[in-house]
T-cell receptor, first 114, second 111 residues
Framework: DAGVTQSPTHLIKTRGQQVTLRCSPKSGHDTVSWYQQALGQGPQFIFQYYEEEERQRGNFPDRFSGHQFPNYSSELNVNALLLGDSALYLC?????????????FGPGTRLTVT | GEDVEQSLFLSVREGDSSVINCTYTDSSSTYLYWYKQEPGAGLQLLTYIFSNMDMKQDQRLTVLLNKKDKHLSLRIADTQTGDSAIYFCAESTNSGYALNFGKGTSLLVTP
């Protein structure tokens, strides 16, 4: 049973560039959430996608956008990168409609902005 | 958003019990979670508890919830060196929605 997968593992970008991160949910899951984890901090919720729509959003600027595809996989896009966007980006998947919505995390994408 | 607070560091000897504490401020928190993160890895869901429960036990893990004081603890019995990691407390007002994490407690288990 495949768990949550993310690509790429590591990424280095220059300030002002744009980046796209990808996530495939755990088999059987239909909901994807994205989190940003800065060094030494806990993860911060960015947004959640269900049925190809953004269902909830955290306190992140519009430079952060996402998409969910019919196969439930998801992309996180960040425009006009800032040095402060350097972080580990985590994707979590869950199954809506279940009694307890356990969120399972992928290994993350380490983004470095120089 | 509402705060989730954890002590930053805990050191225990192998074989002892570890107790990691967490406090939260959102009185509408419905679900409370403990996640484990090993170096360079994502987060592993360890256990969770509903706000209408006081305690949950799962093998070596015991979660205690004091809803009145908004205090959550994770006890690890017979702590092993493989338990060394960062442990995150998280809360959610609705299951399946955004998780609000603390900054994590770094657990070091020494032989």
């Amino acid at each position: 049973d495949a768990g949550v997968t993310q690509s790429p593992t590591h990424l280095i970008k220059t300030r002002g560039q744009q980046v796209t991160l990808r996530c495939s949910p755990k088999s059987g899951h239909d909901t994807v959430s994205w989190y940003q984890q800065a060094l030494g901090q806990g993860p911060q919720f960015i947004f959640q996608y269900y049925e190809e729509e953004e269902r909830q959003r955290g306190n992140f600027p519009d430079r952060f956008s996402g998409h969910q595809f019919p196969n439930y996989s998801s992309e996180l896009n960040v425009n006009a990168l800032l040095l402060g966007d350097s972080a580990l980006y985590l994707c979590a998947s869950s199954l809506m409609g279940q009694g307890v919505y356990e969120q399972y995390f992928g290994p993350g994408t380490r983004l470095t902005v120089t | 958003g509402e705060d989730v607070e954890q002590s930053l560091f805990l050191s225990v000897r192998e074989g002892d019990s570890s107790v990691i504490n967490c406090t939260y401020t959102d009185s509408s928190s419905t679900y409370l979670y403990w996640y484990k993160q090993e170096p360079g890895a994502g987060l592993q869901l360890l256990t969770y508890i509903f706000s209408n429960m006081d305690m949950k036990q799962d093998q070596r893990l015991t979660v205690l919830l004091n809803k009145k004081d908004k205090h959550l603890s994770l006890r690890i019995a017979d702590t092993q060196t493989g338990d060394s990691a960062i442990y995150f407390c998280a809360e959610s007002t609705n299951s399946g929605y955004a998780l609000n994490f603390g900054k994590g407690t770094s657990l070091l288990v020494t032989p």
